[in-house]
């Protein structure tokens, strides 16, 4: 039906950076807010940031001025940019889309399988 698909992440070192990607596909008639969530070992999925149909963006407190969300409406493709990245953003990103699949219908919440990422110290 609907498939998000992450991909980006890697191993990198403290204070360096990484660009996410993700992709929606299948049955789409318009998706409107997307977002990057994460989730790290023994912790709980937090949001990371989120990004509206016409570019309105919100960010956790934690990632301001390091990370920048952006999205390309022609291709379903959304991105996050990672600068100043600290071990303490090691975890599983996952992207979140409201999709609406049918003009007939409203949106629903899909997510992808999530993209490991790393950062040493």
């Known amino acids: 039906q609907v498939q998000l698909v992450e991909s980006g992440g890697a191993l990198v070192q403290s204070g360096g950076s990484l660009r996410l990607s993700c992709v929606a596909s299948?049955?789409?008639?318009?998706?409107?807010?997307m977002g990057w969530y994460r989730q790290a070992p023994g912790k709980q999925r937090e949001l990371v940031a989120t990004?509206?149909?016409?570019?309105?963006?919100n960010y956790a407190d934690s990632v301001k001025g390091r990370f920048a969300i952006s999205r390309d409406n022609a291709k379903n493709t959304m991105y996050l940019q990672m600068d100043s990245l600290q071990p303490e953003d090691t975890a599983v990103y996952f992207c979140?889309?409201?999709?609406?699949?049918?003009?007939?219908?409203?949106?629903?919440?899909?997510w992808g399988q999530g993209t490991q990422v790393t950062v040493s110290s």
């Open positions: 299948g049955r789409i008639f318009s998706i409107y807010t």
């Open positions: 979140n889309g409201q999709i609406q699949t049918s003009i007939l219908t409203g949106s629903n919440s899909f």
């Open positions: 990004i509206t149909r016409d570019s309105r963006t």
